[in-house]
């Protein structure tokens, strides 16, 4: 296959970006994208230019690191796909392909694709845990749970925390993914507890990220490749009104 | 150099416990006192960090990814052992025990493996309690599965992320103590030296991978916790950054490494299509719980496999190993694999590849049942390979996967070097010449949560008169020139190939050479052959740009480095171990029906090489094996 390939090209954080112009021939159908994107670094490097900074590194669709905006949706063309994920037999022998960064204003760009996403972690440090030590723990069959719930739960659990949700969303609002990890714990007994507050601090550390406001449009759930549902981000801000209710 | 288990004394039962009761503590009040350094943020580094902040020590962390969630042991799928004896089918910490010990073909230490299993049921309380959404029966109990190289079901699973899951957990117990101000995180950091002062380990100099800025971070302790290197393969089911080289620097300030060339291939992952390809998927052992595994009885059959009708099939596991048939021991399967493809019975477009079929699950389960079990795995297969394996069997191929070998450890998960303990999968410890499935996840959290938090106070109460660390001593000046130094030989070689491309030629040998399949030819061959790639490395490398600055090919470049030494002492290990034993299969000591011959006579040890400085041949010391409990058996699994 022969590919037109227009890559965002940015030195740091605060330089100018712009797009790039790159054609590759002889990619093969069975690649994938980041592998396609492997050979043209290889190409640049022989040819003494600096190759292209891309995020990744499990290259199977569970770590979260890879994320790109593949002419123009998060993760390319592909419905619950990572990039990583994503094979050249989706596209077609002369295809142009427009590879961007995941932009948000809380995700700065660090070099060309590759940005930091740290914002999530300290979503996550926030309140995104079952406050238990190790060690106190109960016997794992103390307390039943049944068989729906923890797959419900399992559902909201598995988000990877790309940021795809974020790249897509017109506010760039992480409610998908702090929804995901507040619903994932307030449907388990462990997490009940500390629910509602959870929920309180997670939003508003989302907040002070420079996240956006949730607006409903459900186009995080389209693109997430983990196929977390919106409904997710309802049982957030229940938990968020029940944190407001129960203020003394 | 003194290899000293240091096994405490009393019946195996009770060593574990004596070990808790009279080792040294450290008073809250003095914890904060000290600081430790965690390198590596995978399921093992993230639960001692977390645990050791609980506690009140003062912890950094580090890792390479953008974040401690994204650590290598988020890929483990299949599931986490644990002795509960849920099912009444007879389990127990000594079946477990004796299975691991087994498994491993009796090379690992008895002590180490009863403390494992020993450990195994509390792990599953933790992370239910952190919120580790394990499948659950309708009844609401946990659900059990079982998996290679056992009779028992003792797996506890949640879908096919059980990794991901686990080490959510573990990055949960992290961010928490990270809010609490008790751990610092340094992400997109990388260890590049250790530092060692009077023969102590006291600090690390790491790169920050986004600025390039060297730093030296102080420590009265260091623990690596950095996985494994089977990414020396090249091809292999590890992350891309995944990486020898914390280790390796280790080893080359005195750690001990042991058992280098006990590296476990894989049976079950998606094979190589084409030269491109930078990494080969794993798709989870659990698979083998319903799938049956065939080739066609014909060399080269042309047909595809819904035309091959079941008399001309060979379901080569189920025939040679009746006992316990697709569900036979990883290195067994590998082997089994690898004998029927070499033989020209493969199948795919590069007959590189078994099928893996679960027509016959999905005829007695129903395919809503195997979609509930599976779906995740067939979906991703699909993802990869573009074919339905609800419709068609699965092509898989060995691959190369986990390291039992790494830096050696005594029984309180200290290396040679005091003051430096190793964790998880990078040390040696448990899994002697082979790994049985779901018992990774196990190590590490076992290792993290429930083992380093005693064995490094008993450490750390020697410490208390020692003070703050000063990363300004003449010894960090010396490492971080030697960072440096290293770092700028790199960039000014400026020949005509990349590091991937090295690391290309080196897997390739290796796999070759050093993998399923060993011969004493073959590995002198691959000495010589390494040593020839390392000098062209040293001549003819080409990285562009700068230290100072993100540069992913200098990241490459130094890790590539590294693995041109460390295999090389794989097959010294190799050649020097006379037997076959585990994933270690010498092809001049085998049965005369193709199956592993150990010789305990003259191998029962663990080989543990010294660093002998460069380009010299590496030191062999042995830290013999006592069996106390059990007598080590041919590992059958007929
Ligand atoms: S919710 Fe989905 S899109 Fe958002 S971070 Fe998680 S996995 Fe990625
Ligand atoms: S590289 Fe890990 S999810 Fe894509």
């Keep these: 296959m022969k590919i037109q390939l227009k890559i965002w090209r940015q030195e740091n954080a605060r330089a100018q970006g712009r797009m790039v112009d790159y054609e590759l021939t002889d990619i093969n159908p069975e690649m994938s994208f980041l592998e396609m994107l492997d050979v043209l670094n290889e190409q640049l490097i022989q040819k003494g230019d600096m190759p292209v900074e891309f995020d990744h590194d499990c290259r199977e669709g569970i770590c979260g690191q890879c994320g790109l905006f593949i002419n123009g949706r998060a993760h390319g063309p592909q419905e619950a796909t990572t990039t990583c994920q994503l094979h050249m037999r989706h596209f077609k022998d002369g295809d142009t392909i427009y590879v961007e960064p995941f932009r948000s204003r809380a995700f700065p760009v660090i070099k060309d694709l590759r940005i930091d996403r740290s914002a999530f972690d300290r979503i996550i440090q926030a309140g995104g845990y079952i406050s238990t030590r190790t060690g106190d723990a109960p016997e794992a069959n103390a307390i039943p749970i049944g068989h729906d719930v923890a797959e419900a739960a399992f559902d909201a659990a598995a988000c990877i925390g790309c940021g795809a949700c974020v790249a897509t969303c017109k506010n760039a609002s992480a409610a998908l993914f702090t929804g995901a990890k507040v619903s994932h714990l307030a449907m388990l007994p462990q997490g009940q507890p500390e629910a509602a507050e959870r929920a309180r601090k997670m939003v508003a550390q989302m907040e002070a990220e420079g996240f956006g406001h949730c607006t409903n449009t459900g186009a995080c759930e389209v693109e997430c490749p983990q196929e977390i549902s919106i409904r997710h981000i309802a049982r957030m801000n229940f938990e968020y009104n029940r944190a407001g209710a129960l203020k003394k | ?638």
């Design chain 2, 1 to 638: 150099m003194k290899l000293d288990a240091k096994i405490p004394e009393g019946p195996l039962q009770e060593k574990w416990s004596r070990y808790k009761a009279t080792c040294r503590l450290v008073s809250p009040n003095n914890k904060k006192k000290l600081d430790i350094i965690v390198v590596g943020a995978g399921l093992a580094g993230s639960s001692a960090a977390a645990s050791l902040a609980e506690m009140g020590y003062r912890v950094k962390s580090f890792c390479f990814q953008d974040s401690p969630r994204r650590a290598h042991s988020v890929a483990a799928q299949g599931g986490v052992n644990a002795s509960k004896n849920y099912h009444n089918d007879g389990d127990s910490a000594f079946r477990m025990f004796y299975d691991t010990l087994k498994g491993g073909d009796f090379r690992a230490r008895e002590a180490n493996v009863y403390r494992l299993a020993e450990c195994s049921a509390n792990l599953i309380d933790q992370a239910v309690a952190q919120g580790v959404p394990f499948a659950r029966e309708y009844g609401g109990y946990l659900a059990n599965r079982s998996f290679g190289g056992v009779q028992v079901s003792r797996t506890f699973y949640a879908r096919g992320q059980t990794g991901q899951q686990l080490l959510l957990g573990a990055y949960s117990a992290l961010s928490r103590q990270v809010a609490e101000g008790n751990v610092q995180l340094f992400s997109r950091h990388e260890m590049l030296g250790l530092v060692v002062i009077d023969g102590k380990a006291r600090g690390i100099i790491a790169r920050n991978l986004d600025t390039g800025a060297i730093e030296r971070h102080a420590a009265h302790t260091v623990v690596l916790a950095t996985g494994g290197y089977g990414k020396i393969y090249y091809l292999s089911t590890l992350a891309m950054g995944c990486n020898g080289s914390a280790i390796w620097r280790a080893h080359k300030k005195g750690a001990g490494f042991a058992a280098a060339s006990w590296t476990q291939i894989h049976p079950t992952c998606l094979p190589q299509s084409g030269a491109y390809q930078s990494k080969l998927t794993l798709m989870s052992e659990s698979l083998r719980n319903d799938g049956r595994i065939w080739v066609p009885k014909k060399a080269n059959d042309p047909r595809p496999p819904g035309e091959i009708p079941e008399e001309e099939r060979d379901y080569y596991l189920e025939r040679r190993y009746p006992a316990f048939g697709n569900l036979a021991p990883r290195d067994i399967a590998s082997r089994a694999a690898k004998e029927r493809i070499d033989a020209g019975f493969g199948v795919g477009a590069q007959r590189n590849a078994v099928y893996l079929d679960f027509a016959h699950a999905i005829r007695e389960y129903g395919i809503e049942t195997i979609r509930e079990r599976y779906g995740n795995l067939f979906r991703m297969y699909e993802k990869i390979t573009g074919h339905n394996a609800y419709e068609r069997p699965m092509m898989i191929s060995p691959a190369a996967h986990f390291s039992m070998g790494g830096l050696w450890v005594d029984y309180e998960l200290m290396t040679t070097i005091p003051g430096l303990f190793a964790i998880g999968e990078c040390n040696f410890s448990d899994h002697g010449a082979n790994r049985l499935g779901a018992n990774s996840l196990l190590q590490a959290c076992v290792d993290g949560y429930f083992i380093l938090p005693y064995t490094i106070g008993n450490y750390l109460a020697g410490e208390l008169g020692t003070g703050k660390i000063s990363p300004e001593a003449p010894e960090f000046e010396t490492a971080e020139r030697e960072v440096r130094d290293q770092l700028g030989r790199l960039l000014t070689i400026q020949g005509n190939r990349t590091a991937t491309d090295y690391h290309k030629e080196l897997g390739a040998l290796l796999y070759d050479k050093c993998g399923v399949l060993r011969t004493r030819e073959g590995l002198r061959q691959a000495i010589d052959d390494i040593r020839a790639l390392r000098a062209d490395f040293w001549q003819n490398l080409k990285v562009p740009g700068g230290a100072e600055q993100v540069n992913s090919e200098l990241e490459k470049a130094g890790r590539v480095a590294d693995y041109l030494e460390l295999a090389e002492v794989m097959c010294y290990d190799a050649l020097t171990r006379e037997e076959s034993c585990g994933a270690h299969f010498r092809e001049e000591h085998q049965t005369a029906d193709g199956e592993a011959q150990r010789r305990d006579d003259q191998f029962q040890f663990v080989s543990v090489w010294a660093y002998a400085g460069p380009e010299e041949e590496p030191e062999l010391h042995r830290e013999g094996l006592v069996f106390e409990t059990i007598q080590p058996s041919v590992r059958s699994y007929k």
